[in-house]
């Protein structure tokens, strides 16, 4: 059964920094992997969706890598901004599923001005 | 391209009452899907409707809980009789291919059962 984690469940940052928010899963066998945003009292925004065949997807300030043989995702935000604040979720899609979505509990990220 | 709709934003209902929620996708996206967002959690997906057909509704709680997508555009999702437990965000979301395509999600709506 896939399972997807994100630590650390919160990180706190000063502005301007460069960081890594991490996610891993069970199994490699996966159609893709989506990271979202999530602005508290909002809906989920799709910063990037990696597929199963490519390495990394690039979004401005934003780079996600995949390493299916590891089970391993990431997500890079450069020179990081007070409005970068938000809870980062990250999400696979199984192979053996109806496209379904296996979720991550999330990172919530501050960033300190 | 305008985005997921949903209403109403907030409910606050006393349990055993019944509520009901509503979603118009993005145009065009045939997949739709409910989930159901607990505070500090991932989503968990209730239904999953692909047109107007169910794809996959094993964690619905079918003795409370129903959903329809007729004629394949908008939904509507509710609940009867509520129970404490039930307070959560309702989170909808569409796409335009399930196996490739990212989830574009609504607002959501924050219910509470008193």
């Known amino acids: 059964k896939q399972e997807v984690t994100q630590i650390p469940a919160a990180l706190s940052v000063p502005e301007g920094e460069n960081l890594v928010l991490n996610c891993s899963f069970t199994d490699s066998a996966i159609y893709n992997l989506q990271w979202f945003r999530q602005d508290p009292g909002k809906g989920l925004t799709s910063l990037l969706l990696i597929q199963s065949s490519q390495r990394e997807q690039t979004s401005g300030r934003l780079n996600a890598s995949l390493d299916k043989s590891s089970g391993r995702s990431t997500l890079y935000i450069a020179a990081s901004q007070p409005g970068d604040s938000a809870t980062y979720l990250c999400?696979?899609?199984?192979?053996?599923?109806?496209?379904?979505?296996?979720w991550g509990a999330g990172t919530k990220l501050i960033i300190k001005p | 391209e305008a985005g997921v709709a949903q209403s109403p934003r907030y409910k606050i209902i006393e349990k055993r009452q019944s509520v009901a929620f509503w979603c118009n996708p993005i145009s065009g996206h045939a997949t739709l899907y409910w989930y159901q967002q607990i505070l500090g959690q991932g989503p968990k997906l209730l239904i999953q409707?692909?047109?107007?057909?169910?794809?996959?509704d094993s964690q619905l709680p079918k003795d409370r809980f129903s959903a329809e997508r007729l004629k394949g555009v908008d939904s509507t999702l509710k609940i009867q009789p509520a129970k404490l437990e039930d307070s959560a965000v309702y989170l909808c979301a569409s796409s335009y291919d399930p196996a490739n395509s990212p989830l574009h999600f609504g607002n959501g709506t924050r219910l509470t059962v008193t």
């Open positions: 409707f692909q047109n107007n057909g169910v794809v996959d």
């Open positions: 999400a696979v899609r199984p192979m053996d599923s109806n496209y379904q979505l296996i």
